[in-house]
Structures are given as C-alpha cells and as structure tokens.
C-alpha cells in the first residue's frame, strides 16, 4: 500500500440471494475479509447551488486500498477502528508504469 493507513477495515458483501420481501437485497453484517489496512479521509468541499443562489459545504470520503484486494461495487467497508460503515459508490483502479497503485474508492457513510 502506497498511501499511509489510517485504520483497519473489514470488507462486508451480501450473499447473493439474500433478498427481503419486496425482492430488494438485504445487508449483512458477513466479513470477507478482515484487518485490512486502509486509508480513509474525510474531505470538505464548498459547493455553489445556483438554484437556492446559497454556498453549501459538503463533506465527501475517500478511501485507499492496496491493488490486490477484492473488492465490487455493492461491498460495504467497516471501520474497525470507529466501527462506521461506508458503502463504495465507485472504485477506481489507476495505471501506472510504476507497479500497481493502490485502489481509489468514493465512499459514503451509512452509520
């Protein structure tokens, strides 16, 4: 890992199949993976709403994983540390000429 771990972290997927009674998938709290180091900051951007002609600060998370790790879309991170759980909005995987560098992941706090 490249960028400096900042915690631990446990990756959580839903087992395909598991759905409630209206067909939409159920999370579970099932660990694939645990005691992995990660890096995850909180940022505050300053965002202009032209329709409301207000400014507005909104706080946005990143995370960093090592390159080898498995993880989807539909995973969900927790924080081993503060025990928060981030779904992952989107993952993204840079190139380099340099070995491979680690995972960019927008995250989103759900708890």
Request: aromatic share 4%; proline share 8%; hydrophobic share 30%.
């Amino acid at each position: 890992m490249r960028s400096r771990a900042t915690t631990t972290v446990s990756i959580l997927r839903t087992p395909p199949g598991t759905v409630d009674a209206y067909g939409d998938p159920v999370d579970t709290d099932t660990p694939i993976a645990t005691r992995i180091p990660a890096s995850i900051i909180l940022r505050t951007v300053r965002q202009y709403l032209p329709d409301e002609h207000r400014t507005t600060t909104v706080e946005t998370h990143t995370g960093r994983l090592r390159a080898d790790i498995d993880v989807q879309p539909d995973d969900r991170l927790k924080d081993e540390r503060t025990g928060t759980i981030y779904s992952i909005e989107n993952i993204a995987r840079p190139q380099s000429y340099a070995g491979l560098p680690d995972l960019h992941l927008d995250l989103k706090r759900t708890t």
